[in-house]
């Protein structure tokens, strides 16, 4: 649906209420394993921001103090950490 001035309305908008009030429904394509939510709970156990501090820590160690050139699969291990860093930052926010 378009408006007057040819612009397209959000499909996630309501039609009924406030025109900036969005509808808010998670979605999730499944429901997390026991092993996910043991993670989580590990994670929390930790405190999740001393985690992250200790992954960053292998993670600039390997990379920047080690002498040995990185193959292919320690570069991909060490992206792979720093992948799971961001996601526990963005859990603590």
């Known amino acids: 649906m378009s408006t007057q001035d040819g612009q397209k309305n959000c499909p996630c908008s309501t039609q009924g209420g406030a025109e900036n009030e969005v509808k808010i429904t998670p979605k999730f394509s499944k429901m997390l394993s026991p092993a996910q939510v043991q993670l989580l709970d590990y994670a ?3 405190d999740a921001p001393e985690l992250v501090k200790s992954l960053k ?3 600039d160690t390997t990379l920047y103090h080690t002498h040995e ?3 292919e699969a320690e ?4 992206f792979n950490i720093k992948g799971l860093w961001e996601c526990l930052e963005q859990i603590t926010e």
């Open 69 to 71: 050139p990185l193959d």
């Open 57 to 59: 820590l292998v993670h």
């Open 44 to 46: 929390h156990y930790l």
């Open 75 to 78: 570069k991909d291990a060490l």
